[in-house]
Structures are given as structure tokens and as C-alpha cells.
T-cell receptor, first 115, second 115 residues
Framework: AQSVTQPDIHITVSEGASLELRCNYS??????LFWYVQSPGQGLQLLLKYFSGDTLVQGIKGFEAEFKRSQSSFNLRKPSVHWSDAAEYFCAVGAPFSGNTPLVFGKGTRLSVIA | DTGVSQNPRHKITKRGQNVTFRCDPI?????LYWYRQTLGQGPEFLTY????????KSRLLSDRFSAERPKGSFSTLEIQRTEQGDSAMYLCASSLGVGDTSEQYFGPGTRLTVT
């Protein structure tokens, strides 16, 4: 069965510091991979997605993620965190060759940003 | 494009009562998904539709849960005889449903509290 593991429940970083959120997946093939962000009272917003091709993908708000097949990982990074990045981040997988199937989400990583 | 909307945003009900939530997808989207999110967890898939056809409902949590999308536009999720364990955020998402790279857009959710 497909599963997504986000090992870090909560991360605190200083504003301006770099950020890496970890995501590992279990899937029979290379799935489609997504990172979503959820702010309090808001719906999930897609940050970036990987379907195929270049393993380093760029997203919105200065985020990027790197797909590593050998490690079954899709870690999210940002070089300099802003206070407005404080939110819950979810990694998700979808069936390959179909971006329209239900997604399987990790449990999320809550990001706190301190001055 | 007004995004995915959900109503109500909050619902407090007493155990044993029935509740119904509504989701209005982005107008041209023909796929609609329901997810449930409990505290500290990522969204969990419940069911989804392609137009008015329900493609998957085995993941609905019990026979107390049902969903409809009668005209292929808005959808309703009903929970009968609510239990305290049903307290959660219920999320709706929609996608264009064509091609394999269509992303899912999420609504703000309906937060259900069962007392």
C-alpha cells in the first residue's frame, strides 16, 4: 500500500535561515509527488509537484524540492525562510500517469519561524 | 475562478444528529474529491466523483457516510447518526480530470464538532 512518511512533526527555524522538510514515500513505482501548505483557517495550497523529468522542481513562494529515486524521497527546501512561511506542510503521492486520482498524504510537518 | 467553496465552514452538532456538507467545485472541473483531516494528521481520502459518477466509495468510513453529486456540479457529504469520532475537518477538492497532470484544488474545509 502507498504511504508517505514525514519524520519531523514540528520544526522551528529562525527567519532568514534555510529550511529542509523531509518526505519519504512507499510506492510500487515512481508516483506523482506533491507538496502542499496549509495555513490556519485556509485550504491546502499546492507548492510544487513532480511528475517526471528534471528531479529538481521549483515551486511557488521560493520553494523547491528534489526527487531522489534511490532514497524514495522528495524533500522540500527553501534557502531563506520568511515569517509568513509558518504553516503546516504536507507531502503527498498520487498514482503515476494520472494526476487525477486520490492523493495519499503524510501526517504533516508544522513549521514555526522565530525572529 | 472563485475557487472551491465549502459550506458551512463550521458545524457543531449533537451526537446522533445527521449533518450535511456542501462543496462547490471550480466550475469547469469534473472531478471532485472528499477528504477527512483529523487533528495532527494529513488528509485522508474518502470518495471521489467523475461528473456525477462516484468512482470510489469503499474508503468511506462507515455506512453512515454517503456522498452525492447529482448533476455533476456541487456535491454533498452526509453523515448520519454522528459520533464524537466524526469530529474532524472535511475537505473538498476538485480537478479538471483530463490528462494526467491535472492538480487538485482544495477548499477551506468544513470543521465538524460533535458534542
Amino acid at each position: 500500500a502507498q504511504s508517505v512518511t514525514q519524520p519531523d512533526i514540528h520544526i522551528t527555524v529562525s527567519e532568514g535561515a534555510s529550511l529542509e522538510l523531509r518526505c519519504n514515500y512507499s510506492y510500487g513505482a515512481t508516483p506523482y509527488l506533491f507538496w502542499y501548505v496549509q495555513s490556519p483557517g485556509q485550504g491546502l495550497q499546492l507548492l510544487l509537484k513532480y511528475f517526471s523529468g528534471d528531479t529538481l522542481v521549483q515551486g511557488i513562494k521560493g520553494f523547491e524540492a528534489e526527487f531522489k529515486r534511490s532514497q524514495s524521497s522528495f524533500n522540500l527546501r527553501k534557502p531563506s525562510v520568511h515569517w509568513s512561511d509558518a504553516a503546516e506542510y504536507f507531502c503527498a503521492v498520487g498514482a503515476p500517469f494520472s494526476g487525477n486520482t486520490p492523493l495519499v498524504f503524510g501526517k504533516g510537518t508544522r513549521l514555526s519561524v522565530i525572529a | 475562478d472563485t475557487g472551491v467553496s465549502q459550506n458551512p465552514r463550521h458545524k457543531i452538532t449533537k451526537r446522533g444528529q445527521n449533518v450535511t456538507f456542501r462543496c462547490d467545485p471550480i466550475s469547469e472541473h469534473n472531478r471532485l474529491y472528499w477528504y477527512r483531516q483529523t487533528l495532527g494528521q494529513g488528509p485522508e481520502f474518502l470518495t471521489y466523483f467523475q461528473n456525477e459518477a462516484q468512482l470510489e466509495k469503499s474508503r468511506l468510513l462507515s455506512d453512515r457516510f454517503s456522498a452525492e453529486r447529482p448533476k455533476g456540479s456541487f456535491s454533498t457529504l452526509e453523515i448520519q447518526r454522528t459520533e464524537q469520532g466524526d469530529s474532524a475537518m472535511y475537505l473538498c477538492a476538485s480537478s479538471l480530470g483530463v490528462g494526467d497532470t491535472s492538480e487538485q484544488y482544495f477548499g477551506p474545509g468544513t470543521r465538524l464538532t460533535v458534542t
